[in-house]
């Protein structure tokens, strides 16, 4: 309590600078928490210490599905004896790897714009799992679409950087989404179940064909097309953290 640790905040948006950074807006996203049967949709928003510490203290998650439990709100708190990054120390940390701030820097030349979307912080099995995908916009142009161009994830101490969601994670989990929380070293599946890895590879699979149809949908400004693949992108990302979870 005399710490101030028993105070939350919500944190700087890591996606916006100088005058116009502001709080972390609540997202709206399909996810399975701690305790939970299957993914809902749910709107969420991380909490960390006031006095200007960045480091993740609580989720709070508001179940938004239609139904007895719509409204509910549930808050998952960190041990305090446990120090995970926020999301500012893993913005913070991907401009720190070199691959990454020398991939931004090329971006940001020859008339482009690099624009960082939204930071999203997911529980995966034991831990926490950062993504956050970066678009290029052309300068000049207030007509121009942001197209994606790379995808980072974070995932405990490692960082992964691809064109895609699949291959961020690849880097992350050495190949294997199916590594455990406990031991981010171990390229062991959480049951160690053939089924369980299959079904993880499936939902990778799905996303990386997502993000493919996105991407060309952007190209094309097709928003149709792009509407729906967004919704495949989504259903993907909660048939990955469900995969996870068994």
Same mark, same amino acid.
């Given at each position: ?9 919500? &944190? ?44 993740? %203290? ?20 960190? &041990? ?6 926020? &999301? ?50 052309? %300068? ?64 990778? +699979? ?18 149709? +097309?792009?509407?729906? +693949?967004?919704?495949?992108?989504? +259903? ?11």
């Amino acid at each position: 309590f005399y710490g101030g640790q028993d105070f939350w905040r919500v &944190p700087l948006d890591p996606s916006s600078f100088g005058s116009n950074s502001g709080n972390q807006p609540p997202y709206y996203l399909t996810m399975q928490i701690p305790g939970q049967s299957k993914p809902t949709f749910s709107l969420y928003t991380p909490f960390v210490p006031r006095g200007g510490r960045e480091n993740l %203290t609580a989720l709070a998650v508001v179940n938004s599905d239609a139904g007895d439990e719509y409204g509910k709100i549930t808050v998952l708190q960190l &041990p305090r004896s446990t120090n995970v990054a926020g &999301p500012s120390q893993v913005s913070s940390n991907f401009e720190a790897k070199p691959e990454v701030a020398t991939s931004l820097s090329l971006l940001r030349q020859g008339g482009s714009d690099v624009v960082l979307g939204n930071l999203l912080t997911l529980p995966v099995g034991n831990g926490l799992l950062y993504v956050q995908p970066v678009y290029v916009r052309a %300068t000049g142009n207030t007509a121009a679409y942001p197209l994606l161009q790379k995808v980072l994830v974070s995932f405990g101490d490692q960082i992964g950087f691809s064109e895609t969601l699949q291959g961020a994670l690849d880097q992350v989990f050495g190949g294997n989404s199916g590594t455990t929380v406990a031991n981010n070293q171990s390229n062991t599946p959480a049951n160690g179940g053939v089924g369980s890895s299959q079904a993880i590879r499936s939902a990778i +699979a799905s996303l990386q064909s997502a993000y493919a149809d996105l991407e060309a949908a952007q190209k094309r400004l097709d928003g149709a +097309a792009e509407d729906k +693949a967004r919704a495949r992108v989504k +259903a993907a990302i909660a048939a990955l953290i469900s995969a996870q979870n068994r």
